[in-house]
């Protein structure tokens, strides 16, 4: 009898234990009960699509978060380096790191590892820092280089028109101003990008002119030469089906046959240049040749631009000389070799209207690209304090995260101690009544906070009515008043000083802990915190006055 009594005893504790078990799971699920998230557990398996762009947004929400947290490190205006002693910002370099991160954010949907090897022996940290120190030279250089030149009022000029233009494109300034914030940039490292963009146009229409119209003949036909450029025109005899298939060979037969004879007939005019050129345009025109559409008097191209056998047959010939018949993959080709026009078509174009580019604007633009890498290359950056080897790793890490999972864990882990304190409490013969006393206050807590007085206050949380906070942790979703958490480690604290256990002043350390975590965290005002340590107050006290005697009761019984 008395065996059982003893395993009613336990039971009972192991009960009450599991009570007290219930107020840091009801923190955790936020008030889910199981059946619900049965629930969703069956709608996430009939959801599977749903489910997972629910979790890719999740991620992307996780991946912005870094992304602002890693901005706001540094004050924007910080100076983090000069560029032959031009200043660069926190702002313009951190813009600059997060549009390479974003490059690979878009492919794997997570910030990457830049400890990563290259391929090379490089690490990507080491590849992304040489690429930043070439962006903010691309972004600084040419602008010192313009207002060396003279040009600044030039420039300027073009950056005011630029930005009344774009905050047109965007309906005012405060929705640009919102766009830039989103790509971490402010007004005045916007003007410095278009300022780049505008001593690029400054300075190659002073040095070329805007399509190269500076440089002289010999020099356009210099620089094609030294490039490998080719002019030429050529009749195409399509050996393709309209729907791109090929033809039999009884038909490509055919097609090479009149392709002879009207090579044939180009070579007896050949004494005769213009007889030639005209009777050859005329055939041209005939051919089924899309291209000539864009290039009627012929195509200026370079290396590799060309199928090969076109090629190899064009670089063959001399001026005004006609090839024989050459074939490629798209059928039967007769070229005519031409001298280079400086302002004939080539195959680029360019990057903002799309048109095909001159020979001499060209020439201009490869001319001018070249001086920029020089520019580039001869730059000298210097890095301010530790900027040059930041650790990107480190740097998209969240330290208000971590601070705030510290706290977090700090509440968890010392409600974690005081429920695992009750259940050796409850093992040790000698000290089993403090056990019980303990988790007696623990459900009692559990009974007048969780089930009683929060759905009876309903008190918003802090972070529901300031939403300009931005909260550390996931949002708790029941009521606000009193703090939970704060209320079980104080009643525990009261009720161990209650039973005369000395155990009650570390206690007293982890109830502070856990009821500055709550404040720290945003989910709480002070005076759920304050009540709720009342409350642990009052609840220690009820569990040494009318706990005690049920104890006693039971001790009694057992007895007899």
């Known amino acids: 009898m008395r065996k059982r009594k003893r395993l009613l005893k336990r039971t009972l504790s192991l009960v009450l234990l599991l009570g007290a078990l219930a107020v840091p799971a009801l923190a955790a699920d936020d008030g889910t009960t199981g059946d619900s998230a049965a629930a969703g557990s069956s709608e996430a398996a009939s959801e599977a699509a749903s489910d997972a762009a629910a979790a890719a947004q999740e991620a992307y929400t996780k991946i912005m978060e ?60 080491d590849a992304m820092r040489e690429t930043l120190e070439a962006r903010m030279k691309y972004y600084t250089v040419p602008a010192a280089e313009a207002d060396k030149r003279g040009l600044a009022e030039t420039v300027d000029a073009e950056v005011e028109t630029r930005w009344n233009s774009i905050v047109e494109q965007y309906g005012g300034v405060d929705a640009l101003m919102e766009a830039m914030e989103s790509a971490y940039l402010d007004e005045p490292t916007y003007r410095l990008l278009l300022r780049s963009n505008a001593a690029f146009n400054a300075i190659m229409e002073d040095t070329y002119g805007a399509n190269g119209e500076k440089l002289s003949e010999a020099d356009v ?8 450029y080719v002019r030429c025109k050529y009749i195409l005899f399509l050996t393709k089906n309209d729907d791109g298939t090929d033809m039999t060979d009884e038909e490509k037969a055919e097609v090479r046959k009149e392709a002879e004879t009207t090579l044939e007939e180009l070579r007896a005019l050949e004494s005769d240049r213009e007889t030639m050129m005209a009777r050859f345009d005329e055939r041209m025109a005939e051919a089924d040749d899309p291209g000539m559409t864009n290039f009627p ?20 010939l001399a001026d005004y000389e006609i090839s024989d018949i050459v074939e490629s993959s798209y059928g ?36 001018f690209n070249n001086m920029l890498i020089d520019w580039i290359n001869n730059a ?37 101690v005081i429920v695992a304190l009750a259940a ?48 550390l942790t996931a949002p708790p979703a029941d009521a606000s008043f009193p703090s939970g958490h704060t209320a079980a480690s104080f009643a525990a604290v009261f009720a161990l000083r209650a039973s005369g256990s000395p155990l009650w002043k570390p206690a007293l350390v982890l109830a502070a802990g856990i009821a500055f975590s709550r404040l720290y965290l945003y989910v709480h005002f002070p005076s759920d915190v304050f009540a ?24 009694r019984r057992q007895k007899q």
């Not at 036909?221 to 490998?228: E, F, P, Q, R, T």
């Not at 195509?299 to 090969?308: A, R």
């Not at 031409?338 to 078509?345: E, I, N, T, V």
């Not at 009052?538 to 009318?546: A, D, K, P, S, V």
Request: negative net charge; proline residues 3%; glycine residues 8%.
């Open 297 to 316: 008097d012929g195509y200026i191209f370079t290396d590799d631009q060309m199928v090969q056998e076109f090629e190899d047959g064009a670089r063959a």
């Open 532 to 555: 709720a340590a009342l409350l642990g107050l009052l609840i220690g006290e009820l569990t040494f006055r009318y706990g005690g005697k049920l104890l006693d009761k039971i001790s």
């Open 221 to 228: 036909l210099a620089w094609a030469n030294d490039n490998n």
């Open 332 to 367: 039967y080709h007769i070229i005519l070799r031409l001298p280079l026009d400086p302002d004939g078509k080539t195959l680029s174009q360019d990057s903002g209207t799309g048109d095909y580019m001159t020979l001499r604007a060209d020439a201009a633009n490869e001319l």
């Open 424 to 471: 050796v409490l409850l093992l040790l013969r000698k000290h089993r009544w403090t056990g019980m006393s303990l988790s007696f206050a623990l459900i009692l807590d559990l009974i007048c906070c969780n089930i009683v007085l929060k759905p009876l206050v309903g008190r918003v949380r802090p972070f529901l009515v300031n939403t300009a906070v931005e909260l």
């Open 66 to 125: 870094q992304l602002d947290a890693a901005s706001k490190k540094y004050d924007g205006d910080t100076v983090v380096a000069t560029v032959n002693g031009t200043e660069v910002t926190w702002k313009l370099c951190y813009y600059l790191i997060a549009s390479m991160t974003s490059q690979f954010i878009r492919y794997t949907m997570a910030i990457p590892d830049f400890t990563t090897d290259t391929g090379d022996g490089t690490t990507l940290q």
């Open 380 to 416: 000298e950056v210097e890095w301010k304090g530790d900027f040059g080897t930041m650790d990107y790793n480190e740097l998209f890490e969240e330290p208000a995260a971590k601070s705030a999972n510290v706290w977090m864990y700090v509440a968890i882990a010392a409600l974690v």
